[in-house]
C-alpha cells in the first residue's frame, strides 16, 4: 500500500526513499563544502621568518622568465612581507640566468636589491669551462649547487625548482 508522500515523491518503496535522501544530504553537503572552500584565503604565516631556495638548471629563456617571475611572486605575497629569505641557486645549464648580456641583469639586479642572494654552483663553472668574467659581477659563487641546497633545507628552507614551460608534468 502506497501513501501519498510516496505517490508526491514518486517513491515505490521506503528503500528507494531513503537512497534518495542520502543523494540529497550528500549533495548538500557537497555544496556546504563549496562554500566553505570558497571562504579559504590560503596558509597564514604564523613564524617570523621563511627561507626558500629555488634552483634552476635548465639556460633556455623560458626556464629563466619562469623562474624570475616565481621568485617576484614570492616576494610579493603579501602573508611573506618582511618575512622571507631567498636565494636563487644557478648549476648546471642555469648558470645561463647569470651571463652578461643576457637581458635579466635588470631584473636580477633588482631581486638582489630586494634581499634575493644570488648564487653560482662553482662546479658548473668547473665542469663547463665558463670563466668567472662572463658573469654578471654581483653574483655569488658557491663551491657545489648541491651543497648549497641540502645545506639550506637542513635549515628548514623551502626548496622550489620551476620547470621550464612546456615541461608540466601530467
Known sequence: MTTIK?????????????VAVVAVAAVLGL??????????????ATKSHYGAI???DSGSNGAIKKTIN??????????????IKIELIANSKGYAIYVKNNGFEKKLSGLQKQGVILAQCNNTLHELHVNRSELYPFVSIVPS????????ESEGWAYIHPS?????AF
Do not use: W, Y
Not at 555544496?31 to 597564514?44: D, I, N, R, Y
Not at 621550464?164 to 608540466?168: I, K, M
Open 6 to 18: 510516496d505517490r508526491f515523491f514518486g517513491f515505490k518503496s521506503a528503500r528507494c526513499a531513503r
Open 31 to 44: 555544496a556546504s563544502q563549496t562554500a566553505a572552500a570558497g571562504e579559504f584565503h590560503g596558509a597564514v
Open 54 to 56: 629555488f634552483q634552476i
Open 70 to 83: 616565481n621568485v617576484e611572486n614570492l616576494l610579493n605575497d603579501p602573508r611573506l612581507k618582511g618575512k
Open 145 to 152: 649547487g648541491m651543497g648549497e641546497i641540502t645545506l639550506r
Open 164 to 168: 621550464a614551460p612546456g615541461h608540466e
